[in-house]
């Protein structure tokens, strides 16, 4: 036999293509030397990748040694298979070259994952590459699990029932920071989606859409540690509202809030989708602003693993990895996006009617007003985790009180956010990942420069410290 | 009270469930659409009522009985982690509670026996039933999570919490008042205290014991509704829960009936079973 996988030890094994070396082929040879019968070599018994990549070291050993076909078959022909197999390992350490070239491209630690997400479009990479096949195409067999809230998500992955999270980007830097829960080092390798949240508004308030005359509305966000509840207050508060006294903002589940709206509990709220959406489905609400209005590109919910997970398991921590930033790639291409649109909207994934989940990821949605709009990026995914971005939502964290003292900003940015992990997985996978780490961003007209997030905190009017 | 004739109550109780879902019915015809115009592409994006300019109104009577059909006549199948069946969801459940309470009983009656039987103990211990047992479960779950580090471990905590009290209390009161003439005839007969615990206080106290036994499995399947939802993951607490994440209300419904009738069974499981303890005396 030849081929990669033949035994090189086998005198009668071409490993230069042909048996003597002078053909291309065996079956050239074959054809040169028609009156010769070339005896069937047996069958290797390898049959796993451990054992063939095994044999693939032993392969480029012995090439290297022997130099020429001819010079290999008298070789073991003089001395046998197992002479011949120790005698190189007394020059060579072909034990150690096996295991070092098996590390490398499989010994995944841990095959069956699991990881909690909230069903909001925001999970789309996350949920999506389980009905897609893209955890399975990494070796992994992972199992997806709706989860009840922030909270809860929060406490299962801490607790090491989920081996990864969706979270929303401040989560990792918060239970880094022990803001709101015990500190503990966490990461946030990916980002999920960019844009992709709105502020949807009850249908009596149609004709109040200059947030300067919102004084007394009651608005709900996700989580307390949301970009929501920063861009929020960012937004009121460059209208000239203290989000604390003159508004109400209350932290209420996705779900409840067009339930909350319905009711008239809340007069808005800047939630995920598919939850403006479907406040519009229902003819409950309309959609006053996309998020992207405030800032394009903003970073809003995270593929959130620990610290320990990445030192405990390194290699299934690439792998899934991989498989996120494969996902996001594959659902940031717009043509695909009613193919992943109809893969989450399932009742084992969102939970949701597809027409309102195709709206959120195509663009081309009914705003609740009688209009229809198209905005491609309406949500858009892109895995890089810029360091400005943390420095952004840490800025945030302390112009409203959640942190206090000095931060370090650049440090924890580059402690949580993973964008050097992030960068290598791009690029094996083939994809450009940015140079840089940091940039500046523009929230509202006005230019963010994470080299002074001090100095940006001091130039708003309305702030907590 | 005279008895009344059960086939008359039976006609009534049809005929006021008759009239409860007729008028249900009759409301559901005439809410939710508006009367406003818009243009077939903006219509086909938004719900029916949406389209003219109405809020998608309560499901009707019949929608309601469409979705119960459809979960009864597949109850048992599984379709990925967070797809369920409603008789899946139910079993989880049914699970959770029977452990918990299961094991609140191996904890409550003989514990409730020892403080019956000791006015000591009963005074050491009272001061701490009575500060623990007014407290909502739920508000166990934080901490419960937080120590335990198991949200499955803690649900059944948190079913456990809540259902000892009552067996605890009326096993204790069951067995402290149980008459001193039967006790004193068994001293005199010169019983070892495990035979008079046995055959005498026992007997004696069952149906208190079995009352408090009833009234637990009645909280205890309150709770892990309530604490499902709040956790999540499987159980028909989740199964609410994830309907309400899809604003489907027929499917709560449904819900809402099956958690009545289970929890009806439950406690018409345990009224027998106290009335084959009780006694005349």
Redesign the interface.
């Known amino acids: 036999m030849a081929g990669p996988f033949a035994d090189p030890f086998d005198p009668k094994t071409a490993l230069w293509g042909c048996s003597c070396g002078r053909h291309a082929s065996q079956a050239e040879h074959d054809r040169a030397l028609a009156c010769e019968p070339v005896a069937a070599a047996p069958e290797p018994n390898a049959t796993d990748v451990e054992a063939l990549s095994a044999r693939i070291v032993e392969t480029a050993v012995t090439k290297a040694v022997f130099g020429t076909e001819a010079r290999r078959r008298a070789f073991l022909s003089l001395v046998g298979k197992a002479t011949a197999a120790s005698a190189l390992a007394t020059v060579f350490p072909l034990d150690a070259a096996k295991e070092a070239f098996a590390q490398a491209p499989r010994a995944v630690e841990k095959r069956n994952l699991k990881i909690g997400f909230i069903p909001i479009t925001c999970a789309t990479p996350i949920i999506m590459a389980h009905p897609m096949g893209f955890y399975a195409k990494h070796g992994l067999n992972v199992e997806v699990i709706r989860t009840a809230g922030w909270a809860v998500i929060r406490d299962r992955a801490i607790n090491r029932e989920y081996d990864a999270a969706h979270m929303l980007s401040p989560m990792p830097l918060a239970i880094t920071l022990g803001a709101g829960s015990n500190p503990i080092p966490w990461t946030m390798p990916a980002v999920e989606n960019i844009n992709g949240q709105a502020i949807t508004l009850a249908n009596k308030h149609r004709d109040r859409r200059d947030p300067k005359g919102w004084r007394g509305f009651r608005f709900a966000v996700p989580f307390d540690f949301s970009i929501h509840n920063y861009l929020l207050r960012y937004y009121v508060a460059e209208a000239g509202l203290d989000p604390d006294r003159d508004i109400q903002i209350r932290a209420v589940p996705p779900p409840e809030m067009v339930a909350n709206l319905r009711a008239d509990n809340i007069d808005g709220f800047l939630g995920p989708d598919p939850f403006n959406q479907r406040a519009v489905f229902d003819g409950v609400g309309f959609i006053h602003l996309l998020t992207r209005e405030l800032w394009d590109g903003h970073p809003c919910c995270a593929f959130a693993v620990s610290r320990a997970f990445i030192n405990d398991t390194p290699n299934t921590y690439h792998a899934l990895l991989r498989a996120i930033i494969e996902a996001t790639a594959y659902a940031s291409n717009p043509a695909n996006r009613r193919e992943v649109a109809a893969a989450i909207s399932a009742q084992n994934y969102l939970n949701q009617p597809v027409t309102v989940v195709e709206q959120v990821l195509t663009g081309t949605f009914a705003d609740g007003l009688g209009r229809v709009q198209r905005v491609p990026n309406r949500i858009d995914f892109d895995p890089f985790p810029w360091h400005s971005m943390a420095i952004w939502i840490l800025t945030q964290m302390k112009r409203w009180g959640q942190i206090r003292g000095d931060v370090n900003y650049a440090q924890i940015a580059e402690q949580v956010f993973l964008a050097t992990d992030t960068a290598k997985a791009m690029r094996e996978l083939g994809l450009r990942p940015p140079e840089q780490t940091t940039r500046t961003h523009v929230i509202m007209g006005r230019t963010f420069d994470p080299a002074d997030p001090e100095g940006y905190l001091a130039s708003f009017a309305i702030r907590r410290t | 009270m005279r008895a009344a004739r059960p086939l008359a109550s039976l006609t009534l109780s049809a005929l006021l469930l008759a009239l409860f879902i007729g008028i249900w019915q009759l409301s559901s015809l005439t809410s939710g659409a ?1 009367d ?1 115009v ?2 077939p ?2 219509a ?4 029916a ?2 389209a003219s ?4 109104p309560f499901p009707s009577p019949l929608q309601v009985g469409a979705r119960i059909l459809e979960h009864l006549t597949d109850p048992f199948y599984v ?5 369920q069946g409603i008789g899946v969801q139910l079993a989880y459940s049914l699970g959770r509670v029977l452990t918990g309470y299961g094991i609140a009983a191996l904890v409550a009656i003989p514990l409730g026996f020892v403080i019956g039987m000791s006015p000591l103990l009963y005074g050491a211990l009272n001061p701490f039933i009575q500060v623990l047992r007014p407290i909502s479960p739920l508000a166990w779950m934080p901490l419960a ?2 120590t335990i ?3 499955a471990v803690s649900s059944i905590f948190v079913i456990f919490i809540c259902s000892i009290w009552p067996m605890l209390i009326n096993t204790a009161f069951g067995v402290a008042s149980v008459r001193r003439e039967w006790l004193n005839v068994a001293r005199t007969l010169e019983c070892s205290t495990w035979r008079t615990a046995f055959r005498v206080i026992l007997p004696a106290a069952a149906p208190t014991i079995m009352t408090g036994l009833r009234i637990s499995i009645g909280i205890a399947w309150l709770v892990i509704v309530a604490a499902e ?5 499987t159980g028909i607490g ?1 199964f609410v ?2 309907q ?4 489907s209300l027929a499917d709560i419904l449904t819900a809402i009936l099956v958690i009545g009738i289970v929890g009806m069974v439950l406690d018409q499981l345990l009224a027998m079973a106290t009335r084959a303890v009780s006694y005349q005396e």
Request: no cysteine; glycine share 18%; aromatic share 14%.
């Open positions: 508006g406003a818009v243009d592409e903006y086909a994006l938004v719900g009522a949406a300019g109405g809020q998608t379709r990925g982690t967070n797809d999570l937080y580090k198991d949200s939802m709040l956790v999540g993951g989740y829960w994830n309400w994440n899809n604003l």
